[in-house]
């Protein structure tokens, strides 16, 4: 264990400050896209992940929003990179 270490120490020595901030940016990358494997929808944004849409005028009467298809929620950007979010 402790030559690990030294291994992971003598690299990070190495490492110039662009090194650094690619390395750092890839991590936050597939922090990204796991975070679309685990949670892939949010909010709509038109109906604010309430389905319906209530009229102005007569305020009883509703219709589905149409930009999600009366769900509340829709697919994040990127989400589609995964298999099971192709359709």
Do not use: E
Not at 16 to 22: E, H, K, P
Not at 39 to 57: E, F, L, M, N, Q
Not at 64 to 74: A, F, H, I, Q, V
């Amino acid at each position: 264990m402790p030559f690990l270490l030294t291994t992971v120490a003598s690299v990070a020595a190495d490492l110039s400050g662009s090194g650094i901030v690619v390395i750092v940016g890839l991590g936050m990358l597939v922090a990204w896209a796991v975070s679309l494997l685990l949670h892939p929808y949010t909010a709509c944004g038109s109906c604010k992940g309430t389905p319906r849409s209530y009229g102005s005028i007569a305020t009883r009467s509703f219709r589905l929003c149409p930009s999600c298809s009366g769900t509340g929620r829709r697919l994040r950007l990127g989400a589609r990179i995964w298999p099971q979010n192709r359709a």
